[in-house]
C-alpha cells in the first residue's frame, strides 16, 4: 500500500446549508498575514492610518460599484485587520456586477461573499505590492492577508447595531484587541457579542 501524504484538513468557517448569496448583512473581518501592524497606530484611542491603511479604505468604498446590489455599513482599518459590514441587497439573479451588458456571467454573477471578499483581498495586495515598490511601504512575508477571514451572519437589528458599535469602538479596545500582537490581555473571540 502506497503512502498517501497526510491532507491538511481545514475547519469550514461557513455556515452550513446557508446560501451566502441571498440577500442579508454580513460582519466581516480580514486580519493580515502573521498579524503584521501594516496599516497605522492606534494612538490615544484613534487609529491614525498610513497611506497604506488610506488604500484598504479606498478599495472597500469599491466594493459597491463593483457589486451593484451591495451596500457597505459600519468599517474599520485597524493596524493588522479590518472589520466591516456588507449588505447583500438583491437575490442571486440580480445585476452584481458592473460592466458592459453582456458580462453578466461568470465569476461575479450571484456575488457570494467569498467572491467578494477574494477581489478586495486581491485589490489591497495589487495596491499594496506597488506602495512597497514605490512609495516604500513596509513589505509583507509570503501574502498581505491570512488565508481565509472571518465572517457572522447578522440576524437582527439588534445584532447589527451591537457589531456597528463594536467597530466604531474597536480602537479604544485595542490594548486588548485579540489581533493586538503585544494586547495585554486579549479579549475573548466574538467579544462583540458581550457589547
Not at 503584521?36 to 491603511?53: H, I, K, R, T, Y
Not at 485587520?81 to 456571467?105: E, K, M, Q, S, W
Not at 437589528?157 to 467597530?167: A, T
Amino acid at each position: 500500500m502506497k503512502n498517501q501524504p497526510l491532507q491538511q484538513r481545514r475547519r469550514s468557517i461557513r455556515l452550513k446549508g446557508f446560501d451566502y448569496s441571498e440577500p442579508g448583512a454580513y460582519f466581516v473581518t480580514i486580519v493580515t498575514h502573521d498579524r503584521s501592524c501594516l496599516f497605522g497606530e492606534v494612538v490615544d484611542d484613534q487609529m491614525e492610518l498610513n497611506s497604506a491603511g488610506e488604500a484598504v479604505t479606498r478599495w472597500w468604498s469599491q466594493l459597491t460599484r463593483k457589486f451593484t446590489t451591495v451596500e457597505t455599513d459600519a468599517f474599520i482599518v485597524m493596524p493588522n485587520h479590518c472589520h466591516g459590514i456588507i449588505v447583500i441587497t438583491d437575490l442571486v439573479g440580480a445585476d452584481l456586477c458592473v460592466g458592459p451588458p453582456n458580462i453578466r456571467a461568470g465569476a461575479h454573477a450571484g456575488a457570494p461573499l467569498p467572491k467578494m471578499m477574494q477581489w478586495f483581498k486581491t485589490m489591497t495586495t495589487n495596491e499594496y505590492m506597488r506602495g512597497v515598490k514605490a512609495l516604500g511601504w513596509q513589505p509583507f512575508r509570503g501574502e498581505l492577508w491570512q488565508r481565509n477571514y472571518y465572517e457572522h451572519i447578522v440576524r437582527n437589528d439588534e445584532s447589527l447595531n451591537r457589531i456597528r458599535e463594536y467597530i466604531v469602538n474597536n480602537p479604544i479596545r485595542w490594548d486588548v484587541d485579540r489581533e493586538n500582537p503585544a494586547a495585554i490581555t486579549p479579549e475573548p473571540e466574538n467579544a462583540w457579542r458581550a457589547q
